[in-house]
């Protein structure tokens, strides 16, 4: 187990996941994310990829099986491995899910006051560090989030995600909704940032040209459980429905020339 910690930041198995009246969403799932990886989790529409997300995130509990982030089960009674374990976790939602009411300086802030033991100069600090890193400048922390672009807004929620350093980065769709020229600039900006702080990233995306420029591997989510866990090579050269209409026909021929 020791071992598995040093190497594993999440490490699911047999999963069972049920929404509605019982109705079987996964079943016998296993899945573990290595702790200096970017794992891109690809899926049809209603395979259920959210629902296992808010697994890792403790924000669903399974119906059975064994999920741990960090070592740690979101249901174990001690409840500072618990709180400790989450902070070390930072989530980009796919639409940002900034606060509308609080700037963008707050916005980056306010995981940093929900910690508590910091004085304003440190939170300060550490909220003008992130904006540099997201290539933003202090003047942007005034702005509301209804006054960004939508480019600002991925940026602004990656550095709240990034507020409290995480080990761990998740990523719903992180670039949704952006043109390419915007897209492409956040895809660098994600590279960059692993270049210089090493955290693992778990990726929900259906965007191939991010898939194939961040992706380490890959994990499919087809028939309720992970079909396949691999390099994109091995992933692609599957005889399976969904990975070959996924990674087939042209836009799949293009991400792979650009990669």
């Known amino acids: 187990m020791a071992d598995d910690l040093d190497k594993y930041v999440i490490e699911i198995e047999g999963l069972v996941n049920t929404v509605g009246p019982g109705i079987i969403l996964h079943r016998d799932l296993n899945l ?3 702790r200096d990886e970017v794992l891109s989790l690809v899926g049809g529409s209603g395979s259920g990829k959210t629902q296992l997300l808010r697994v890792i995130l403790g924000l669903k509990r399974p119906k059975a099986g064994r999920a741990h982030v960090f070592g740690v089960s979101w249901d174990d009674p001690n409840v500072k491995k618990v709180r400790d374990a989450r902070r070390r976790m930072g989530m980009l939602f796919q639409n940002g899910a900034l606060y509308s009411a609080l700037t963008v300086y707050d916005n980056i802030a306010f995981p940093l006051r929900e910690r508590g033991g910091l004085a304003e100069e440190d939170i300060r600090a550490i909220v003008n560090t992130k904006l540099a890193q997201v290539e933003l400048e202090p003047r942007h922390g005034k702005l509301l989030p209804a006054n960004l672009s939508g480019g600002m807004v991925k940026r602004v929620s990656l550095a709240r995600a990034l507020a409290l350093s995480p080990d761990l980065l998740i990523l ?4 949704a909704g952006l043109d390419p020229d915007r897209s492409e600039g956040f895809v660098r900006l994600i590279k960059r940032l692993r270049e210089d702080h090493r955290f693992a990233v ?8 991010t898939l194939f420029e961040l992706t380490d591997r890959v994990a499919v989510l ?7 866990c691999d390099t994109l090579a091995v992933v692609r050269a599957m005889d399976h ?14 991400a792979l020339e650009h990669s």
């Open 32 to 34: 573990k994310v290595r």
């Open 241 to 254: 429905k969904f990975v070959q209409n996924f990674f087939g026909g042209e836009r799949g021929r293009r």
């Open 222 to 228: 087809a028939d309720q459980h992970i079909i396949a």
């Open 202 to 209: 778990v990726m929900v995306t259906h965007d191939l040209d």
């Open 172 to 175: 719903d769709e992180p670039t």
